[in-house]
């Protein structure tokens, strides 16, 4: 299912579902979205703090239904990731949720959570991409995908300097997200193992014992079962580089299916706008991710 694109003069709403939020940078992020000709709306708890968290768990799921709910909104942004939206996932009225039209919801890193529980409990994709409250909207090239995406619709992404691991060309459902918060994921009520796939990983700041460990879980659990191809994308401060790749080879090049590395989503510059619950083609070879 295609998401509705946003055009200029609609209303956006900014939330903050994990980590505290950084009134300057947030304020940036607004600068940014109005500038694209959009109205902006900032759901009330989005400055709240309680410790590593931006306000209480009901506080951050009220914020959540809300903005999916309000008619006016045409768009959902996550301010930024941190940590959190596993905690509030299970306290959205996902009942009421169901009674609205699908939106788009954009958010990158922790919000892979949220992402997850939209694709399993209303069956709407999303996009992993760039939050108005992180520096990842500073790069140009960040922010123009995002633009295009939201007001133009998913397109053709191209990493030039990508490499395959594992050569070859696929098609399915893109899914995925940040690779510890998947594992994290596996076994609740708003988890779901991926069928006719291309996986879409990334991570920061593991090192490459812990995203063994958590593409071990993942391959114990069977969730690369329905995978068709899987598209890697930064790990940024995770070690060694050729440590990184060697190590995502290893695990994942007996699947049998095409692995490309190198793509620029996830936490690093630029970051692409991924189209997480669209039916995409990979093309290993090539470097590029085309949604069908």
Do not use: N
């Not at 699908?102 to 939209?118: F, R």
């Not at 500073?138 to 594992?166: E, F, I, K, N, Y």
């Not at 510890?180 to 596996?186: E, K």
């Amino acid at each position: 299912m295609s998401l509705p694109i946003v055009r200029p003069g609609d209303l956006v709403a900014v939330i903050a579902p994990s980590g505290p939020v950084d009134p300057a940078a947030v304020a940036t992020g607004i600068e940014l979205l109005r500038s694209w000709q959009l109205k902006v709306t900032v759901l009330p708890h989005v400055l709240d703090r309680a410790g590593y968290l931006a306000g209480a768990d009901v506080d951050r799921a009220a914020d959540f239904t809300a903005a999916w709910t309000d008619p006016e909104v045409a768009a959902v942004l996550c301010a930024r990731g941190g940590y959190g939206a596993q905690r509030m996932v299970d306290l959205v009225d996902w009942a009421r949720l169901h009674t609205a039209r699908p939106k788009p919801l954009v958010g990158a890193s922790d919000i892979t959570a949220l992402h997850e529980a939209v694709w399993s409990q209303l069956g709407v994709g999303s996009y992993f991409g760039p939050m108005p409250a992180t520096g990842a909207v500073d790069d140009p090239l960040s922010a123009q995908c995002l633009h295009r995406t939201l007001t133009a619709g998913p397109h053709p992404l191209t990493a030039p300097d990508s490499t395959a691991l594992v050569g070859g060309e696929a098609s399915g459902v893109l899914v995925g997200g940040t690779l510890t918060l998947l594992a994290s994921g596996l076994g609740t009520p708003t988890g779901y193992l991926p069928q006719d796939a291309i996986a879409f990983l990334e991570d920061v700041d593991e090192a490459p014992y812990r995203l063994d460990r958590c593409l071990t879980q993942l391959r114990r659990a069977g969730w690369f079962a329905g995978v068709r191809g899987v598209l890697l994308g930064s790990f940024l401060r995770c070690g060694p580089e050729s440590a990184v790749r060697d190590l995502l080879a290893e695990r994942l090049g007996d699947l049998g299916v095409p692995v490309l590395w190198g793509f620029p989503a996830g936490h690093g510059r630029p970051q692409l706008t991924m189209p997480l619950g669209r039916r995409v083609h990979l093309d290993s070879d090539a470097g590029v991710l085309s949604p069908i």
